[in-house]
């Protein structure tokens, strides 16, 4: 049975209206739930960070950019300062400083540039103004995936000797391009693919379409155009033109360096002479000489030279050049500029040496 008590809360509650009662329980739930929050909640302020301090960013192309977005909240019961630091400037973040209220969540957005190939990593130092606090790192990784692979990227013939006669290629070197992300590219694109080599007429370049990619053959061709040339091989690919370009660098030295190539003549006599050294890049034997032509007035004389215990010849010529007074006087006014031509035998090429007096 039921006591007087308990009989009468019974009454007045089924007394009460219905809408009441619903009032009633809500702010009993209410109550409880603060109650229980207010257990959880930190004294102070209390960063918590949603997810693993280490984030894997992902894959991309060359040089682009990673985001994602980190959640910080406060769980204390403190408004929580925070700080980040980037170690390198390949990271951005966003926002880099503020306050969380208590309970309050904020996102930060981090991105990172990748590097030209492979994994970039970066770390992000947290700090806080929580008390006996603890620098956290987040630490992230991003993996750079090249649009294309060439090996090499870029080609140096270096110095190579380009006798006149010759009509075949003085270097060869080969190249692989393949793409860094095998699906991102068609077979029917390499097989049409369109290569050009610019600046010069030094270059020959064959391409062979194969799986997957296009494999080129650069050859440095004999030319007359002396000294250094900065070229490039062109690929282009696809309708939407994108562009490969492989710079070459070459040299080409002649069948013989003099050093130097213009002499000054005008504070000489016929005692002071200068001199001019002939020799060959490749590095071999310096034949004797065929013969000298130059205007007159001047006196070009090979030094006396001795071959060597294995009867080798000299891999260097040395001339020296006066001025021949007698012969000015006798010819009159000369010309104050002049050519010397010296012959090697078994040469394809004369050389040339410019004076002026």
């Known amino acids: 049975m039921l006591s007087p008590n308990t009989s009468s809360a019974a009454k007045w509650a089924a007394s009460l209206p219905l809408g009441l009662l619903v009032v009633v329980l809500i702010c009993l739930l209410v109550t409880l739930y603060r109650y229980q929050t207010r257990e959880k909640m930190s004294p102070g302020p209390k960063l918590s960070i949603d997810g693993d301090l280490a984030r894997y960013m992902g894959e991309g192309e060359s040089r682009s950019v990673l985001s ?48 030209d190939q492979g994994e970039t990593t970066a770390a992000v130092t947290i700090r806080t103004n929580e008390e006996n606090q603890i620098a956290r790192q987040l630490n992230l990784t991003g993996v750079a995936v090249p649009e294309f692979i060439v090996q090499p990227r870029a080609i140096d013939f270096g110095t190579v000797a380009s006798p006149a006669s010759s009509s075949s290629s003085l270097a060869t070197v080969n190249i692989r391009i393949r793409p860094g992300n095998p699906h991102s590219w ?20 064959e391409k062979v379409a194969v799986d997957g990619g296009l494999d080129m053959t650069v050859r440095l061709l004999p030319s007359l155009d002396r000294g250094r040339m900065d070229d490039r091989v062109v690929v282009t690919l696809g309708r939407q033109g994108k562009q490969i ?108 040496v410019q004076y002026s007096k």
């Open 186 to 205: 068609q077979q029917a694109d390499w097989e049409s693919a369109l290569v050009s080599q610019l600046e010069s007429r030094r270059l020959s370049v």
């Open 68 to 115: 994602a977005s980190v959640s910080f909240q406060n769980t204390g019961d403190q408004p929580l300062e925070y700080q980040l630091t980037a170690s390198c400037n390949c990271t951005e973040l966003k926002p880099a400083s503020g306050v969380l209220q208590a309970r309050e969540t904020q996102d930060i957005k981090v991105s990172m540039r990748l590097g």
């Open 245 to 352: 370009v492989i710079p070459v660098t070459s040299h080409l030295a002649g069948e013989f360096s003099v050093a130097p190539a213009w002499l000054d003549l005008r504070s000489g006599n016929d005692r002071e002479a200068v001199s001019f050294i002939v020799w060959r890049p490749d590095g071999n034997e310096v034949a004797g000489v065929a013969g000298i032509t130059h205007p007159a007035g001047i006196k070009v004389v090979e030094l006396a030279h001795v071959a060597t215990a294995d009867g080798r010849l000299p891999r260097r010529r040395v001339f020296t050049v006066t001025l021949d007074s007698k012969a000015l006087s006798q010819e009159g006014q000369q010309k104050d500029n002049g050519v010397i031509r010296v012959a090697i035998r078994g040469a394809n090429e004369e050389i040339v």
